[in-house]
């Protein structure tokens, strides 16, 4: 059984910051690559950011870039991204996916499994 289950998210004021988990059961975050996905109110899914199974290093969205960092806890086969410097913009539930870089940050999103994920409220 794969699972992947959101937490962390919150009510944050605007340059505040969170970090968000994903915890992963049924499979092995070991040289899996995994994808941070968002949508924002009244808008359609953003990709967010991917770590890449085969070689560890993480890709990021131009608007998350130098302000999120993605990283993976294999021994506890756990996610997490750290959000910083937070901004209304960023006001969205998150969601951990199985798979990989969509060709856009608007997708298309086709990744098999996601969590329920976790809502994100920048606001004051």
């Known amino acids: 059984e794969v699972q992947l289950v959101e937490s962390g998210g919150g009510l944050v004021q605007p340059g505040g910051s969170l970090t968000l988990s994903c915890t992963a059961s049924?499979?092995?975050?070991?040289?899996?690559?995994m994808t941070w996905v968002r949508r924002a109110p009244g808008k359609g899914l953003e990709w967010v950011s991917t770590v890449f199974g085969d070689i560890g290093r993480a890709d990021y969205a131009d608007s998350v870039k130098g302000r999120f960092t993605f990283s993976r806890d294999n021994a506890k086969n756990m996610l997490y991204l750290q959000m910083n410097s937070l901004k209304s913009e960023d006001t969205a539930v998150y969601y951990c996916t199985r798979g990989g870089k969509p060709p856009s940050d608007s997708g298309p999103f086709d990744y098999y499994y996601w969590g329920q994920g976790t809502q994100v409220t920048v606001s004051s």
């Open positions: 049924g499979f092995q975050l070991s040289d899996t690559t």
